[in-house]
């Protein structure tokens, strides 16, 4: 058996030297040549690198305090399962290990780390720095195949989960790692010799040289603090903290890129400069520059007396004590791997009478996993009776919620902060109702279980003084294109829908929707007078990070005032975000794989009759708008 394999292993390169001679005159030298690397890992096994193994090596660095990396131990587990499973006597033998390439943990928190997250193979604790200096990888996650002489068959990405750092695509379709181990074991050459890897930077070259005068105490600590902490922080949405002059050196290479492509802070729409949004986001170009020019210029730390304070926050709920927190009635346990799951449940609302509802915040009972909530109310029992047709927590169901919502409070993502109505406004609760909190789950890797808890603000006047004063009661109308047909392949698929309004009403927020195929949507005002307000624009849809965008001075639309929304949508193989492949005809619909243009524009009015008007024209607008047969 030995000589067999070593026999198939010589076989084996002779084949691989005659395709990197046709490529190359110079062989590319063993790894191992330098010197044999003798490796302990978190347990104090050893394990000795060298050429004379006669095993395929796969080395995977990885670090616990990247999320990309984490999230990738679950199908580095496939992978290794699935190359033990081929294994035989036509096969080289593999060796999977997995390197921590930094020194964010002691040994003890990084075992009970992978104790979480357990991988069918070693993971290497001492001698790292030096499997690190020799491979020299540049990202965490990132993969070396190595091949029985030594050489580097295959470096780069695991997968295309991701195609940018914060782009995660709904499911994977390229499997790089998999394949060149497959190819090497068999004692081919993989298809891939290199495919850049996606996650967390471990340095910025330029970094080492440059110095400037930027510092983190003077320059860079006021804009983190403005504009990062917030969400990252101890118990925020945010993965990792921010907070302190190591926590944003450790993460600089990630902060860099993720700013420099607008990707954090999260916020989708442009500049909206005759009616700016309230929480704009976006940062200045001064501030981009600043964090990039520290950390290239070596994240010095300047001098700790020019550091502003923190600014403090309300722990818990960030509007304050809510006036009613409910909670998911129980707990809902999500599976370590599997598709995204979207659960309803249903959870009734105590209340003596009606009441207005000037905020709401989500807290989600387990962060990793909660990917994004929206709030039905149902005033008809039908959501309790879906629920009580099936055994576990909630519903799960994928077109919508399965009933005609009486109303509805707003949603939460992971991008989204609480905010107040302006102008005093609210949204009418009724007494009886049942709040329906709709939750897309994404699974992480180990098993989760949440109980998310949502707090609402009332505004404090009598509840019949506020419906008396329609300006402050908030009702939603909505335009919608449904006669969406995308062919196959269509990159940039254009459509349009209007709503003419028969009143004129006060625009307070808007509110736009997408699914995964949108690529850009932009809402405006076309007035009777023939001046144009933009309400919204969204130049590059995100799906992750959809919002209420609320201006921060309601401004009114006269009545004629015609809404107009435009969408684009991007149905070939090349927008990765798209969930099928290869791409299919895709219609309106609200499950994920179909799509939808949708926009809800939060109004009030002066008078109580034109609010009333204008949502029931809506309505019937809304009914008498064309569909595609189905
Ligand atoms: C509104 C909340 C929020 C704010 C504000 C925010 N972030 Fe984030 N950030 C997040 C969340 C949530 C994630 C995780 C994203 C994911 O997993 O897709 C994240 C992820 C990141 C990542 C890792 C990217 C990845 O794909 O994992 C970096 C780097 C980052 N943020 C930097 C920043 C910086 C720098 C700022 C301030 C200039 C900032 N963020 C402001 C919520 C926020």
């Known amino acids: 058996m030995r000589i067999l394999s070593s026999l198939l292993v010589t076989l084996c390169l002779v084949r691989l030297l005659a395709v990197v001679e046709t490529q190359a005159a110079e062989p590319l030298p063993s790894v191992w040549e330098a010197g044999v690397i003798e490796a302990t890992d978190l347990y104090g096994q050893r394990h000795s690198f060298d050429d004379g193994a006669r095993t395929v090596d796969v080395v995977v660095f990885v670090s616990p305090t990247c999320p990309i990396s984490n999230g990738a131990l679950p199908r580095l587990r496939k992978i290794a399962d699935e190359v033990a499973r081929a294994a035989g006597p036509d096969r080289v033998p593999v060796r999977f290990v997995a ?27 001492e001698g790292r720095e030096a499997l690190r200096g020799r491979l020299r990888p540049t990202h965490v996650p990132e993969a070396f195949v190595i091949d029985a002489s030594g050489r580097v068959a295959y470096r780069g990405a695991i997968d295309d989960a991701y195609r940018a750092v914060g782009r995660r695509r709904p499911a994977v379709t390229k499997r790089w790692l998999a394949d060149a181990v497959a190819a090497v074991a068999a004692g081919e050459a993989p298809a891939e010799a290199f495919i850049a890897p996606v ?27 403005g504009r990062c902490v917030s969400c990252h922080r101890a118990g925020e949405v945010a993965p990792f903290s921010l907070t302190t002059c190591a926590e944003v050196t450790a993460h600089a290479p990630m ?41 290239e210029g070596g994240c010095e730390p300047g001098d700790a007396a020019d550091e502003p304070a923190l600014p403090t926050f309300t722990a818990g709920w960030r509007l304050g004590p809510p006036d009613l927190v409910v909670q998911m009635p129980e707990a809902f346990t999500v599976p370590a791997d599997s598709p995204d799951i979207l659960q309803h449940f249903v959870i009734p609302i105590d209340i003596p009478e009606d009441k207005v509802v000037a905020a709401i915040d989500f807290h989600p009972g387990n962060p990793r996993v909660v990917h994004h909530a929206v709030l039905f109310l149902d005033a008809s029992g039908a959501a309790r009776r879906l629920d009580a047709a099936t055994p576990e927590p909630g519903y799960g169901k994928f077109s919508g919620p399965g009933f005609l919502p009486s109303g509805a409070l707003g949603g939460w993502s992971p991008g989204n902060t609480p905010r107040r109505l302006p102008g005093g406004r609210g949204r009418h609760l009724k007494k009886g109702s049942d709040l329906v909190v709709q939750i897309h789950y994404h699974p992480d890797g180990v098993e989760a279980s949440d109980r998310s808890e949502i707090g ?175």
């Not at 330029?206 to 983190?224: G, S």
């Not at 195929?517 to 076309?526: C, D, P, Q, T």
């Not at 809800?600 to 109580?608: C, G, I, K, Q």
Request: one cysteine or more.
């Open 456 to 630: 609402l603000y009332f505004l404090d006047e009598p509840t019949a003084a506020i419906i008396a004063d329609r300006e402050r009661l908030v009702g939603s109308i909505w335009t919608s294109a449904y006669e969406l047909d995308i062919p196959a392949g269509d990159a940039a698929w254009r459509t349009s829908a209007s709503y003419t309004l028969p009143k004129g009403v006060t625009v307070v927020g808007v509110v736009p929707h997408m699914h995964l195929l949108g690529k850009a949507v932009s809402v405006r005002a076309e007035l009777p007078d023939g001046s144009k307000k933009r309400l919204v624009d969204i130049p590059a849809w995100d799906y992750a990070w959809q919002d209420e965008f609320y201006y921060q001075e309601p401004f009114p639309l006269p009545a004629g005032t015609r809404i107009v929304m435009e969408g684009v949508f991007d149905n070939s193989a090349a927008n990765p975000s798209n969930p099928s492949k290869p791409p299919r005809r895709v219609v309106w619909g609200d499950g994920t794989l179909d799509e939808m243009l949708f926009c809800f524009l939060l109004v009030s009015a002066e008078r109580t009759e034109d609010l009333v008007h204008v949502v029931l024209d809506n309505l019937r607008h809304d009914l008498e708008t064309p569909r595609l047969p189905r």
């Open 99 to 125: 390197v921590v390439a930094d020194d964010s943990m002691t040994r003890e928190e990084a075992i009970a780390h992978f104790q979480d997250r357990p991988l069918p193979f070693p993971v290497i604790w």
């Open 255 to 295: 902060i860099v890129e993720t700013i420099a492509a607008g990707i954090m802070p999260p916020w989708m729409p442009a500049a909206n400069d005759a009616h700016p949004f309230l929480g704009d986001r976006r940062m200045t170009q001064k501030e981009i520059e600043t964090i990039t020019a520290w950390a």
């Open 199 to 225: 996650g967390c930077r471990l340095e910025i070259a330029a970094a080492l040289a440059l110095k400037t005068t930027v510092t983190y105490a003077r320059d860079v600590a006021p804009i983190v603090h």
